[in-house]
């Protein structure tokens, strides 16, 4: 099997350069937030679709 079967990878939205990822055992029904390490910008990504939305950091008041 080639090495990408073992994992699933998400992009950044917001400079397509930061990439997170993910090791196929982990829950595929679940959605993670990220914070790209290229431009700091926070993003959500569905494991089941496999697409990233652009989303705002999570601030607690
Ligand atoms: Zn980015």
Do not use: Q
Request: contains cysteine; glycine residues 4%; aromatic residues 12%.
């Amino acid at each position: 099997m080639r090495e990408e079967d073992f994992y699933y990878s998400m992009v950044c939205p917001w400079c397509n350069k930061g990439k997170t990822v993910i090791d196929k055992k982990a829950p595929v029904h679940i959605h993670i937030s990220v914070v790209c390490v290229i431009c700091s910008h926070v993003y959500t990504g569905d494991l089941y679709t496999g697409k990233t939305y652009k989303s705002k950091p999570i601030r607690n008041r």
